[in-house]
């Protein structure tokens, strides 16, 4: 387990690099930064994942919805438990980590005393470069919640210490582009070959689908290039103004493939990294819809509404037109989404005077976040078959039964029941009967149950 933190999805963007680095694509990346890499997310992982658990905290806890006006401060009792929970001695590290392996941490670590506080508004970058103290043999995790960051920006910098910062920037537009389209594919879109374009000397990739039959969708994936990445600030800025250039000028141009323009739907998908960067779309001269968003934006919406094989190419309309009849100020197009669909998959907000001017709160992106956990639970275990780990989804929602199934991506087709420390799996037999797949189908699922 690892904590969201206060930085923005920074745990998919850490297990978006941890894919491009470790699958099978990442075997193209340097040898020694592969194992500098693996060394690294093992043990902040494991120190992540015992801190949380020593805490109390389970997968899936979101904050608390309600507000205090006053600052809360745990008791003596709270304190000292939490305490407990960040404090690793010598034995509790070697439980957890091989002793040689704790000297990747050196990077991660400061002496207690050694940090300056700094009041300065925004965060406090010192806080995310060091977040452990090491007091002898002993580690503190001085901030739990941003170990994610911390990792992500960590993998990032030994990157380009073995050059090859451009290669893990690919690697991650290619995996974004996979995603994305395995989450297209999954509401009923299908790709048009060539499968996949990239625009010649910009890490932009392209790739077209058909959708409801008459329908097209002109798909643009951009992601950090990782150029000019500063290893002392964590959330730095991406220069992407030339790459944005150029993403308008692909999108307005014709694609043949394309026969009815008015019917298109253009889809750009930017991804960044950790770094913040300015992204405006203007007005296209293409007369189809356009919606900009993040690839774990698009996961969401598409496991909320993506059995309606129209419902990206209604909101893209409604989002447009509500952009074009006033001002908008929101934090994603999630947040967007979450209030389009708190009106009954409209932006007719109320019955008074049209407004010229609104602001989405990003409450409406995280009741959407956690509909989705509560559905599907998300989640990688231990394959039972092969040192892997596997990605599973719940079967019946995480309040009905602890059954989850495995993705289609992987080769293993079983039942897992989850419960606590315990893995049960459930699968069918080597030899069925030719016609009775359905029947066992309903048996291992009545056995998982």
Not at 23 to 40: H, K
Not at 339 to 346: A, P, Q, T, V
Request: charged share 20%.
């Amino acid at each position: 387990m690892v904590a969201q933190g206060l930085t923005e999805r920074s745990a998919y963007t850490l297990s978006l690099i941890l894919r491009s680095i470790f699958g099978a694509q990442g075997e193209t990346l340097p040898t020694a930064y592969r194992r500098e890499a693996s060394q690294l997310v093992q043990v902040v992982l494991r120190l992540s994942h015992s801190t949380l658990l020593r805490a109390g905290l389970v997968r899936g806890v979101t904050p608390p919805a309600a507000t205090r006006e006053e600052v809360f401060v745990p008791g003596e009792r709270a304190l000292s438990a939490l305490c407990k929970a960040v404090t690793f001695d010598e034995a509790a590290l070697s439980a957890i980590v091989p002793p040689q392996a704790l000297q990747v941490l050196d990077s991660l670590s400061t002496r207690p005393g050694a940090h300056v506080l700094t009041t300065e508004l925004g965060p406090d970058d010192g806080m995310i470069l060091t977040p452990l103290l090491a007091a002898g043999p002993t580690v503190i995790i001085a901030n739990p919640g941003e170990l994610a960051t911390a990792l992500r920006h960590r993998l990032l910098i030994v990157a380009t210490d073995h050059d090859c910062g451009p290669q893990l920037a690919r690697l991650v537009r290619e995996c974004v582009l996979q995603e994305a389209t395995e989450i297209l594919m999954g509401c009923g879109a299908t790709p048009l070959l060539p499968t996949a374009s990239v625009a010649e000397g910009v890490q932009i990739s392209r790739r077209h689908f058909t959708f409801a039959d008459d329908k097209f969708l002109d798909l643009a994936v951009m992601t950090d290039d990782l150029s000019d990445y500063d290893a002392q600030d964590p959330y730095g800025y991406w220069d992407a103004d030339g790459l944005v250039q150029r993403l308008h000028e692909l999108l307005d141009a014709p694609v043949e493939a394309l026969q009815d323009d008015a019917q298109c739907l253009r889809l750009i998908i930017n991804q960044g990294l950790g770094r913040c960067s300015a992204f405006g779309l203007r007005k296209s001269s293409r007369v189809g819809p356009c919606l900009a968003t993040t690839v774990d934006d698009l996961r969401v919406m598409a496991e909320l509404d993506g059995t309606d094989p129209l419902f990206l190419w209604r909101f893209a309309q409604a989002d447009e037109k509500l952009h074009a009849n006033a001002m908008v100020h929101s934090f994603s197009t999630l947040d967007n989404y979450g209030l389009y669909r708190d009106h009954e998959y409209s932006y007719y907000l109320s019955d008074e005077r049209r407004p010229n001017a609104i602001m989405v709160n990003s409450d409406f992106s995280q009741a959407l976040r956690a509909e989705v956990h509560q559905r599907y639970d998300h989640h990688a275990v231990a394959s039972p078959h092969r040192p892997a780990l596997v990605p599973v989804i719940a079967l019946y929602g995480v309040d009905t039964a602890p059954i989850y199934r495995t993705h289609p991506s992987v080769p293993e087709d079983e039942l897992l029941v989850e419960i606590a420390d315990l893995h049960i799996w459930v699968g069918p037999g080597r030899n069925t009967a030719e016609g009775l797949e359905p029947v066992q189908d309903m048996i291992v699922e009545a056995v998982a149950y």
